[in-house]
């Protein structure tokens, strides 16, 4: 106690010897604030990093690992079987999973874009009764959830769904096993989304540019093609990449609105789910399949990066 | 082919009515300006010559086709905006080239073309910039050269100039004028700024509330005005207006009587009427050698100076207590006279003054309707009645 | 030049016929009004066949009895007994999982909650929709910052979100099957997660164990939703207020708990809204990571019941879904209403 009271005396170079590392550290911390929040916040990237990426190792390391010497594996992969990225195309035709996610993918984003540019040029630029009802109809679609509409969707596209129109009745067609079981319920699932965005987009081009278009001699479909749409490009794009990645990423209507076999136009998700339920469970393939089927999406959002977080705050937050 | 016929036009908003039952009648080739304060629906009488807005009733003619309900493309005409509106995704050349490409005229007629209105309007060498890499006066150029390309009958401009600064502003009226001269075509021209009508314009059409309220030659709407909105909007700084009454010996108010026959003017005593007089006509004592036809003399009081250069204005209290409202707003203020002296006067604030009114400048307005009685109070040049809608076409 | 603008005008006449131009002048006589409902057309037909009218049959469908046997879809019409039963309990014992949990006299009153649809679906919103928010927050104010390496630490914190949901669930699986790695050990060998009791050796064959990996997948997963949509809030906010509070003498922490904090609030309840919606379809991450058996949630149930086939309750139980999304939703818009947001 005595020693203390007299270690005043001695001077902060003693006290702060007895503290060691940590106690000078703190102490610097609470005399410069600025360096205890670089620290935080260097703690906090580092810990967000390890956790975003670390799956994605772990997907790397039991690939690369053959299947036999799987178990109890640690950090690193026991082994280096490169060759499990041609193995997983032998063992089930995954290229054709994502040429089928692709097409599906790309034919919803061209389907919702031009929809959602008519409906986003109405929204965004004219004015005419019940427009935010529309609006407010629109949105209330997609709190539905996708089990709400399993049901008929499913017998209208296998073909047990009778339309009568006058006396005549037929039966829809049956478009099971075909993209379109698939691709109009994305389009509708997804439409609303880029609907807000364009419509965010195109009510910013100023009225002077469509007005001098029209007097210019285009109709008014021309100007909104013409002079709307490409001077809103990058909403857009936008819009179209975040269309492709739900599409892509989807997995209710993708699950069960086919047979699961590549030549009835599943997508990935079928894809991945084949390797299972075998002979054997070939966790390798497994996650090779995995890195390869993430692939296209990550070099979209490495590339769209910007796009895509201007597109979520225009979409998302205006409502 | 360019004379533009408005005949009963309307235009309704919900419960707003941005146009109210307008007529007008533009000669081919005539330089006109619709002219007004904000919000008075020039704009939206220019749109609906375009066609960009359809109005809710009435006709408009362009040539001898009635185009009420025809889209902007099929009307032959070329408009250039306030915000210039040059679409930013396109060079000069495919600015200038947009209407002519949609009407699929042929490459060498749409080059030959482009370089005649590029040089029309001294864009030469500049075709292949992009509109943000240009200063506004050139992109203003763009703007016309991709209105006159296409050869229109009727030229719309929408306060084309608002944008430009002071210096620019003043160059590209003269440039307009010009380039009136060597198309020939109708230029109908919409803009806020009076001085801009007054100097460019064949004819000005003043508009107010939706209504029309005068078109005439800049000069008789300056001298002549239908009423008391026109006389307080054209001319800067604004006629100065007071409130009064006619009595047997002529216009008596509060501060100010100015004596004159009512027979001679057909006006009765006992009409409350407001007189309006120009800066300009209002002279000191020493100047009264310079007025053919003055008033008796007028005990004020000078308050604020503002000199110009070429003339000083000065604010003339009638009233020991009277305030000095600087504003421009068409008011009667009574207690106040604006007055505008030769840059040499000798003159300082806060002296007793006499003044005198060039009587024949002096105009009389009805107070309750605002419409002129009289331009001139001694010989009398009677104000036309109805003005404005049915009484002109002058040239 | 008269002449020439008549030539020209002539010319653009002479293109206007046939039926695409008189298809073109029709369009161009229409008013605003008609115009706007025109364009809108295509995206209402699709809105309408494959929303408007599939919800409308579905609710149709609840009000008729399941047909077990025959050809026939539906039995005969039962009216709201469906919603009755499934409210009620009646119908758990045809179901492959329960709808509601078993309700006790004890504390805490509820028993098998896990085997509750309602209750694995509603335990996985609460859950994921927090720690998503509190996660998505801490990831939006590094993004905010102004730091080399920006751009990648960005893209590293977006990229799960773009990842499939099956490849989301097959990285979990991976992660979490027993004998695979070192984050699942036996009962003679624990792992680290085993010893602490996180979950037990076969945790995607428990439900309790199933449902906690479902959600930090989830979490994993979507915080950088949340985290965009809340950086995009932080960005909109004036930085000329911060300085401000500088000049005022503000802290770190003062000038976020009064500037940002209370400027994103909105931005975060309307995220949180949107998530509450996403969370509580609940489907494919527990599909391909566990299975519907071992954590029954509300979509879970109506494809098992669809699969079953019970087209009735299938329908029924996807329109109380509907219907609780719906309470919830409403519970935000009153409480966003009552914050004067």
Known sequence: MSNESSGIGLGSDDAEMKRGPLGRWVNKAIKNPDRAYRSMFYVATVFFLVTTLFPFYWLLVIALTPNRLISNMGLLPKGFNPEVFITMFERVPFHLYMFNSFVLGITTTVIVLLLASLAGYVFGRLRFPGKSFLMLGILAISYFPPAAFLIPLFELFTGNTAISIGFITVSSPDLFNTPAPMVFPFSALFLPLSIFILTTFYGQIPDGLEDAARVEGTTRLGALFRVIVPLSAPGVATAGVLTFIAVYNEFFFSFLMNNGEASSWAPIVAGILKYQGQFDTPYNLMAAASIVGVLPVAILVIIAQERIVSGLTAGALKE | MGDVKLEHVSKHYDDVTAVDDMNLDINDGEFICLVGPSGCGKSTTMEMIAGLTIPSEGKVFIGDREVTNLPPKDRGVAMVFQNIALFPHMDVYDNISFGLRLRNYDKEEIERRVNRAADVVQLEGMLERMPDEMSGGQRQRVAIARAIVRNPGVFLMDEPLANLDAKLRVHMRTELQRLHKELDTTIIYVTHDQAEAMTMSDRIAVIDSGQLQQIDPPLVCYNEPANLFVAGFIGSPSMNFLDGEVTEDGFVSQNIDVEFDPANLGVEVGRDVTLGIRPEDVYLIEDEHLVTNPSHEIDAMTDVLEPMGDEIFVYLKLEEDAETHLDEDAVATNDQLLMSVAPDTDIEEDKDVSVLLDRSKVHLFDTETGKAISHGIESGIQASEPTGTEAESDD | ?341
């Open chain 3, 1 to 341: 030049m008269a002449t020439e603008q008549q030539s020209g005008e002539a010319l653009s006449e002479s293109r206007r016929s046939g039926p695409y131009a008189s298809a073109v002048n029709w369009m161009e006589a229409l008013s605003e009004t008609q115009f706007a409902y025109l364009l809108l057309t295509p995206a209402l037909i699709l809105l309408g066949v494959i929303a408007l009218y599939p919800l409308a049959t579905t609710f149709s469908m609840s009000l008729f009895a399941d047909q077990l046997t025959g050809s026939a879809r539906l039995g005969e019409f039962v009216g709201l007994q469906n919603y009755i039963d499934l409210i009620t309990g009646a119908r758990d014992f045809a179901l492959p999982s329960a709808f509601l949990p078993t309700f006790t006299t004890q504390f805490p009153f509820v028993t098998d909650i896990y085997s509750s649809a309602l209750m694995v679906t509603l335990i996985f919103t609460v859950f994921s929709v927090l720690f998503e928010t509190l996660i998505g927050f801490g990831q939006a104010l590094i993004l905010d910052q102004d730091f080399r390496g920006r751009r990648w630490v960005r893209v590293a914190i977006i990229i799960p979100w773009a990842v499939p949901i099956v490849i989301q669930g097959m990285i979990w699986y991976l992660m979490f099957q027993p004998n695979i790695g070192f984050l699942v050990g036996t009962t003679d060998n624990p792992a680290l997660l085993n010893q602490l009791g996180f979950i037990g050796t076969t945790p995607l064959r428990d439900t309790a164990d199933s449902l906690f990996l479902i959600i930090v997948a989830d979490v994993w997963k979507t915080s950088a939703f949340m985290a965009l949509l809340i950086l995009a809030g932080m960005q909109s906010i004036d930085r000329s207020l911060y300085d401000v509070a500088k000049v005022a003498g503000a802290s770190r922490w003062q000038q976020f708990k009064l500037i940002t904090f209370p400027l994103i609030l909105p931005t975060v309840l309307v995220a949180m809204l949107f998530r509450t919606i996403d969370a509580m379809r609940v489907y494919g991450i527990i599909e391909t990571m566990a299975g519907c058996q071992t954590v029954p949630s509300l979509s879970c149930l109506v494809v098992t019941t669809f699969n079953a086939p019970l087209y009735g309750t299938s329908a029924t139980v996807a329109f109380i879904t509907a219907g609780i999304i719906g309470i919830v939703v409403s519970v935000y818009i009153v409480n966003f209403a009552s914050e004067g947001i």
